[in-house]
Structure formats: structure tokens, C-alpha cells
């Protein structure tokens, strides 16, 4: 599995903005989930925030096959693909949501995947 995975998704900022596109990194080795407003910015380096995924729990939407959450440290963020074999498929150039369980499963310990309902 490759070290970083990055690309598209859109991500719930609050009930004013709502969902929000932004560009993906998931660092494999160092566990992070970061986040830029464009691809353009994180080539500049300009990184809008991360989610740390040691102890996370990721939730998948079984209404909203496009939809899963990542909770960590109380706080839950909400991301969504375009299509839900953009975050699901091992096929696909960002294949955020396999890579995400290869991460904690990897080296984190008390991987915890829950369905929402």
C-alpha cells in the first residue's frame, strides 16, 4: 500500500457553509488525515487542518453509500465522495476509505467500525 493517498472529497464544515471540497492527504506512516482548500494550496504547502486517526472511529452511513464519519478525541467529521466508489473501491487512484482501515489497522491499536443506522 502506497504511503499517501490523496484526492478529492468533500468535507461538512457547519449548517452555514455546509459541504465543502477539499483535497486529501492521508498519510499512511504518520497517521494524519490532511485537508487543503484546493490541491493547488497543499502543493504550496498551505494545509487548512488534519485529523489524527490513532484512536479514531470511522462510521459509515448505510443510507448514503457516499457518506463515512471519523471521530477522534470528541469531535466527529463528516466527508463525502462523489460517488461512494471513490472512497470504497480499491480500484480507485484515491481509495480513501480502504486505506483509512489499512492505516489503523496497521499500527494503531482498538480499531473500532461502526455502522450508522
Same mark, same amino acid.
Given at each position: 500500500?502506497a504511503?499517501?493517498?490523496? #484526492?478529492? *472529497? @468533500?468535507?461538512? =464544515?457547519?449548517?452555514? !457553509?455546509?459541504?465543502?471540497?477539499?483535497?486529501?492527504?492521508?498519510?499512511?506512516?504518520? #497517521?494524519? *488525515? @490532511?485537508?487543503? =482548500?484546493?490541491?493547488? !494550496?497543499?502543493?504550496?504547502?498551505s494545509?487548512?487542518?488534519c485529523?489524527?486517526?490513532? #484512536?479514531?472511529?470511522?462510521?459509515?452511513?448505510?443510507?448514503?453509500?457516499?457518506?463515512?464519519?471519523?471521530?477522534?478525541?470528541?469531535?466527529?467529521?463528516?466527508?463525502?465522495?462523489?460517488?461512494?466508489?471513490?472512497?470504497?473501491?480499491?480500484?480507485?487512484?484515491?481509495?480513501?476509505?480502504?486505506?483509512?482501515?489499512?492505516?489503523?489497522?496497521?499500527?494503531?491499536?482498538?480499531?473500532?467500525?461502526?455502522?450508522?443506522?
Amino acid at each position: 500500500m502506497a504511503s499517501f493517498v490523496e #484526492g478529492p *472529497l @468533500s468535507k461538512w =464544515t457547519n449548517v452555514m !457553509k455546509g459541504w465543502q471540497y477539499r483535497w486529501f492527504v492521508l498519510d499512511y506512516n504518520a #497517521g494524519l *488525515l @490532511s485537508y487543503y =482548500t484546493s490541491k493547488d !494550496k497543499m502543493m504550496r504547502g498551505s494545509r487548512r487542518g488534519c485529523v489524527r486517526l490513532r #484512536g479514531a472511529v470511522i462510521g459509515i452511513d448505510d443510507e448514503d453509500d457516499s457518506t463515512f464519519t471519523i471521530t477522534v478525541d470528541q469531535k466527529t467529521f463528516h466527508f463525502q465522495g462523489e460517488l461512494k466508489e471513490e472512497i470504497f473501491s480499491l480500484h480507485s487512484p484515491n481509495c480513501f476509505f480502504p486505506c483509512l482501515l489499512g492505516c489503523l489497522l496497521n499500527d494503531l491499536v482498538g480499531l473500532q467500525l461502526i455502522l450508522h443506522e
